[in-house]
């Protein structure tokens, strides 16, 4: 095999995560003669997204960033760039029990800072990525590379195989290939997961009033319905949100087959017409939600991070959030690792990074699950406590500051 199909680490997959990955390693081993290669079915192309083809219109897949996120984009000087094209910071959230009267507003000035979080098309950032990406030339991409075999080779490398036939060999193989992870499945690594028996419709809508940088939540018995602001790049009239609303599969076949005018509707009425009326939306998405995580992190010399690792529910927008921790751990576990004399498949540093995420995303998961269930409880006196439970956090500072800084990654 040949040097350029010789690698140090091979990243599988070129998500959000992935990219974020590969430039986290180069940034931590600038002076290291480090071989990295990302591999991925397809080449991402700035150039077909939504914002640079109709610069008017926005992208159905947006991600809630925390400030932790932004703050490793700005690491990799990515976050400039995103925030350059378009991105649209919130700085209130307001959660309500649709079936009761509790709620709780949460605002960026109550834990001192300018904004909770900022609102960003996956497909923006991931141009800011696929850019930054390019111009690191010693990163070789592997694209298309549509992964089909992985296996153990000589010297405790790993042995990829790609659809067509082209192979390469490497020290450390790095899953970031999402959801149905092909790295996960082929390794026969153990994961726990559940149909959570919801699926998700996103699409972008504009309403009678202005969001006021706000993203709400509406949680009802069927599932969470959430409108999450988005920003014009020229004069923002604040009236365009994203929203994911997550419910029962029949229910969620039923809004899909509605007319533009019907399904408006009767987002507006289970949205309680916080923002007046739904004047229009765009095409609607389907995407149903399973729960997932993998019961190890690595094994031999392949490790998992991003939702190749864990999925959970999009009602906290942690998915991406979560990811991104992954890459901060393991980059900095591997660099640590390397200039300290180690091989980067080392199974101490993989342990490492294991011991660190692992309880960390599955709090997190079990957190969702809880308020899942939570919220599908019609009982009165669940209903009741659930609604009381909100009120009152939302007049306890300490608790509801604590609360908030967690949702925003400061904690
Ligand atoms: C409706 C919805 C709303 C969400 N909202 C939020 C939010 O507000 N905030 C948030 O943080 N998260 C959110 N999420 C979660 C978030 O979208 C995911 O966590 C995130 O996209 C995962 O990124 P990833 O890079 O791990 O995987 P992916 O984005 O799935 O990337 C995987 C990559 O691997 C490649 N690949 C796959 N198979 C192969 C193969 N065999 N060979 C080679 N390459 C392969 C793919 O082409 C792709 O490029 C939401 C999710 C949903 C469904």
Same mark, same amino acid.
């Given at each position: 095999?040949?040097?350029?199909?010789?690698?140090?680490?091979?990243?599988?997959?070129?998500?959000?995560?992935?990219?974020?990955?590969?430039?986290?390693?180069?940034?931590?081993?600038?002076?290291?003669?480090?071989?990295?290669?990302?591999?991925?079915?397809?080449?991402?192309?700035?150039?077909?997204?939504?914002?640079?083809?109709?610069?008017?219109?926005?992208?159905?897949?947006?991600?809630? #960033? !925390?400030?932790?996120?932004? @703050? /490793?984009?700005? &690491?990799? +000087?990515?976050?400039?760039?995103?925030?350059?094209?378009?991105? %649209?910071?919130?700085?209130?959230?307001?959660?309500?029990?649709?079936?009761?009267?509790?709620?709780?507003?949460?605002?960026?000035?109550?834990?001192?800072?300018?904004?909770?979080?900022?609102?960003?098309?996956?497909?923006?950032? #991931? !141009?800011?990525?696929?850019? @930054? /990406?390019?111009? &690191?030339? +010693?990163?070789?991409?592997?694209?298309?590379?549509?992964?089909? %075999?992985?296996?153990?080779?000589?010297?405790?490398?790993?042995?990829?195989?790609?659809?067509?036939?082209?192979?390469?060999?490497?020290?450390?193989?790095?899953?970031?290939?999402?959801?149905?992870?092909?790295?996960?499945?082929?390794?026969?690594?153990?994961?726990?997961?559940?149909?959570?028996?919801?699926?998700?419709?996103?699409?972008?809508?504009?309403?009678?009033?202005?969001?006021?940088?706000?993203?709400?939540?509406?949680?009802?018995?069927?599932?969470?319905?959430?409108?999450?602001?988005?920003?014009?790049?020229?004069?923002?009239?604040?009236?365009?949100?994203?929203?994911?609303?997550?419910?029962?599969?029949?229910?969620?076949?039923?809004?899909?087959?509605?007319?533009?005018?019907?399904?408006?509707?009767?987002?507006?009425?289970?949205?309680?017409?916080?923002?007046?009326?739904?004047?229009?939306?765009?095409?609607?998405?389907?995407?149903?939600?399973?729960?997932?995580?993998?019961?190890?992190?690595?094994?031999?010399?392949?490790?998992?991070?991003?939702?190749?690792?864990?999925?959970?529910?999009?009602?906290?927008?942690?998915?991406?959030?979560?990811?991104?921790?992954?890459?901060?751990?393991?980059?900095?576990?591997?660099?640590?690792?390397?200039?300290?004399?180690?091989?980067?498949?080392?199974?101490?540093?993989?342990?490492?990074?294991?011991?660190?995420?692992?309880?960390?995303?599955?709090?997190?998961?079990?957190?969702?699950?809880?308020?899942?269930?939570?919220?599908?409880?019609?009982?009165?006196?669940?209903?009741?406590?659930?609604?009381?439970?909100?009120?009152?956090?939302?007049?306890?500072?300490?608790?509801?500051?604590?609360?908030?800084?967690?949702?925003?990654?400061?904690?």
């Amino acid at each position: 095999m040949s040097a350029e199909t010789e690698f140090d680490v091979v990243i599988a997959g070129c998500g959000l995560v992935g990219a974020s990955m590969a430039l986290a390693l180069r940034h931590r081993l600038r002076h290291n003669d480090l071989r990295i290669a990302v591999a991925d079915r397809q080449a991402f192309d700035p150039q077909q997204t939504v914002y640079a083809q109709f610069p008017d219109q926005f992208d159905a897949r947006v991600s809630a #960033l !925390t400030l932790s996120s932004q @703050q /490793l984009l700005s &690491e990799l +000087d990515v976050w400039n760039a995103a925030t350059a094209m378009r991105v %649209s910071p919130y700085q209130d959230m307001l959660v309500w029990d649709g079936e009761g009267t509790g709620s709780i507003q949460f605002s960026a000035s109550e834990v001192a800072q300018s904004q909770l979080g900022t609102i960003a098309e996956n497909s923006v950032v #991931l !141009t800011a990525l696929t850019n @930054q /990406l390019n111009a &690191e030339r +010693d990163i070789v991409k592997l694209m298309p590379f549509t992964i089909e %075999s992985v296996q153990r080779a000589d010297h405790q490398q790993v042995l990829l195989t790609a659809a067509d036939g082209q192979q390469c060999r490497t020290k450390l193989l790095i899953g970031a290939d999402g959801a149905n992870s092909r790295v996960r499945e082929l390794m026969n690594f153990t994961t726990r997961e559940w149909d959570y028996q919801h699926t998700a419709i996103v699409t972008t809508v504009r309403t009678e009033l202005p969001h006021g940088h706000t993203a709400y939540q509406r949680f009802m018995a069927t599932g969470p319905l959430a409108f999450l602001p988005l920003c014009q790049t020229e004069s923002d009239e604040q009236k365009f949100c994203s929203i994911v609303w997550s419910c029962v599969p029949e229910r969620a076949e039923e809004l899909m087959t509605l007319s533009d005018e019907e399904f408006r509707l009767q987002l507006g009425r289970a949205f309680e017409h916080k923002l007046g009326m739904i004047e229009w939306c765009d095409k609607r998405m389907q995407l149903p939600l399973r729960q997932r995580h993998a019961t190890e992190y690595y094994r031999d010399s392949v490790v998992l991070i991003g939702d190749a690792a864990h999925t959970i529910h999009p009602l906290a927008g942690q998915g991406v959030n979560l990811g991104l921790l992954d890459v901060e751990v393991l980059a900095e576990e591997l660099s640590n690792g390397v200039k300290a004399g180690r091989q980067i498949n080392d199974p101490i540093l993989l342990s490492r990074y294991q011991r660190k995420r692992r309880g960390h995303n599955l709090g997190m998961m079990w957190l969702m699950e809880g308020f899942k269930h939570l919220f599908a409880q019609q009982a009165p006196p669940i209903q009741w406590l659930r609604n009381a439970g909100l009120s009152a956090v939302d007049n306890m500072a300490v608790i509801k500051n604590q609360l908030a800084r967690r949702a925003i990654g400061l904690d």
